[in-house]
C-alpha cells in the first residue's frame, strides 16, 4: 500500500490550500483515514480523521477551519485548509490503518507565512 500526498506550499496567513492523498488501495472500508502534521521538536499531531461509523475528529486548533473529505472512486483523501495561520506550518501526513498496519505517506510540505 502506497500513500502519495501533494499539495502543499508557500502561502500567507489567510490563505488556503487543499491537500490530497491518493491511496494505492481502495479506501472505501478504511478507517481510521486521516492527516497529521509534524513540527520541528513536537510529536507527529493528529490534524483530521474519518473513524468508524461515519465519525470526524479535528485537532481544536484547525475546527472551523479545516475540512476532511474522501472521494472512494479515486481512493483519495483530502484536507481543505482555510484561513490559514503560521501556526498550521508543518509537514502534513495522510495516515491510514488497515489491519494490523499503519501506514503513511510522504509527507507535503506547508509553510504559512504572517
Known amino acids: 500500500v502506497q500513500l502519495q500526498a501533494s499539495g502543499g506550499g508557500s502561502v500567507r496567513a489567510g490563505e488556503s490550500l487543499r491537500l490530497s492523498c491518493a491511496a494505492s488501495t481502495a479506501i472505501f472500508d478504511v478507517n481510521p483515514l486521516g492527516w497529521f502534521r509534524q513540527t520541528p521538536g513536537k510529536p507527529r499531531e493528529l490534524i483530521a480523521t474519518f473513524r468508524r461509523g461515519g465519525v470526524i475528529d479535528y485537532a481544536d486548533s484547525v475546527k472551523g477551519r479545516f475540512t476532511i473529505s474522501r472521494d472512494n472512486a479515486k481512493s483519495t483523501l483530502y484536507l481543505q485548509m482555510n484561513s490559514l495561520k503560521p501556526e498550521d506550518t508543518g509537514v502534513y501526513y495522510c495516515?491510514?490503518?488497515?489491519?494490523?498496519?499503519?501506514?503513511w505517506g510522504q509527507g507535503t510540505l506547508v509553510t504559512v507565512s504572517s
Open positions: 495516515h491510514m490503518w488497515i489491519h494490523p498496519t499503519n501506514y
